[in-house]
C-alpha cells in the first residue's frame, strides 16, 4: 500500500528538508520504493542545465524511485522570497502544482513524500496558499517544528490552520533549530500536551544536517507500520 504526505513547517528554515530526507533514508534502508518532491521552490542557482534548488537536489539523491529534476522540482524560481514574489509575474496556482504531483504520485512507489516551501500559509497568488496543494492532494501532513523561540505559537496556529483546513496531521516533528535554545524540554512537554497527533521524533541540533545522523531521532514505524 503506498503511503504519501506533504510535509510543511512551522516556518522557513525550521529543517522540512531534513526530516524529508531523513525518512527517504529510513525507507531506502528497508529496501523500499521512495519519492520525494519539492513541486515549489524559491531560491535557485542557475547551472548548466537550468535552475537547481538544493533542498530539491536533495529529494532526489535520497529517493530510490529514479525521477529527473523537472518531475522532482517542476517550478524552480530563483529568487530566495515568498514564492509569488520571486514568480515576477508568473503565475502560480494550486492547480497547476497538483497537476505535477500526481503524474509522480502515479509512480509505483511504497513512499511519497511531498515537501512545501516555507510555512503553511505561504501565498501561491492572491487568493491561494500553498495550503491548497495539500487539500487538492488530499494527503496527510507532517509538521516540522523548528524549536525556538516562539515556537509553541507557531505551531499551535499552524496546527490549528492544518483541522481548520480538513486535512489530516499524520504527526509532528521537533527539530532543533539552533544549539542553545532555553527551556526546550519544557517547550516540547507543552506540544505534546496539545498537539493531537503522534510525535515521530526529536532531532537535536546538528552543526551539519544529515540524515543518516538524524536518523537515530525519527521513528518511520508511526507513518507505516510493520504488517
Not at 529496501?31 to 524559491?42: E, V
Not at 529514479?66 to 509569488?84: K, R
Not at 517544528?145 to 492544518?162: D, F, S, W
Not at 483541522?163 to 509532528?172: E, K, P, S
Amino acid at each position: 500500500m503506498k503511503h504519501a504526505y506533504f510535509i510543511t513547517g512551522t516556518d522557513t528554515d525550521v529543517g522540512k528538508t531534513l526530516v524529508t530526507t531523513t525518512l527517504l533514508y529510513q525507507a531506502g534502508q528497508l529496501q523500499l520504493q521512495t519519492i520525494g518532491l519539492k513541486p515549489l521552490a524559491a531560491g535557485c542557482e542557475q547551472t548548466s542545465e537550468g535552475l537547481r534548488n538544493a533542498d530539491a537536489l536533495l529529494l532526489q539523491r535520497y529517493a530510490s524511485v529514479p525521477l529527473s529534476y523537472d518531475q522532482v522540482n517542476p517550478v524552480a524560481l530563483e529568487a530566495a522570497v515568498a514564492p509569488h514574489i520571486a514568480a515576477a509575474g508568473q503565475q502560480l496556482s494550486a492547480d497547476r502544482l497538483a497537476a505535477y504531483c500526481r503524474g509522480a504520485l502515479m509512480q509505483k512507489a511504497d513512499l511519497v513524500l511531498v515537501e512545501g516551501a516555507g510555512g503553511w500559509r505561504v501565498p501561491l497568488n492572491s487568493r491561494e496558499n500553498l495550503s491548497s496543494l495539500a487539500q487538492l492532494l488530499e494527503l496527510p501532513v507532517i509538521l516540522v517544528v523548528g524549536m525556538k523561540l516562539g515556537c509553541l505559537n507557531h505551531a499551535l496556529l499552524t496546527v490549528e490552520a492544518i483541522a481548520r483546513d480538513g486535512v489530516q496531521l499524520a504527526g509532528w516533528v521537533a527539530c532543533q533549530t539552533n544549539a542553545e535554545m532555553q527551556c526546550l524540554n519544557e517547550n516540547l512537554a507543552s506540544l505534546r500536551q496539545r498537539i493531537r497527533a503522534p510525535l515521530l521524533g526529536v532531532i537535536p541540533w546538528l552543526e551539519q544536517p544529515d540524515p543518516v545522523v538524524a536518523s537515530d531521532y525519527l521513528d518511520l514505524s508511526i507513518l507505516m507500520p510493520t504488517p
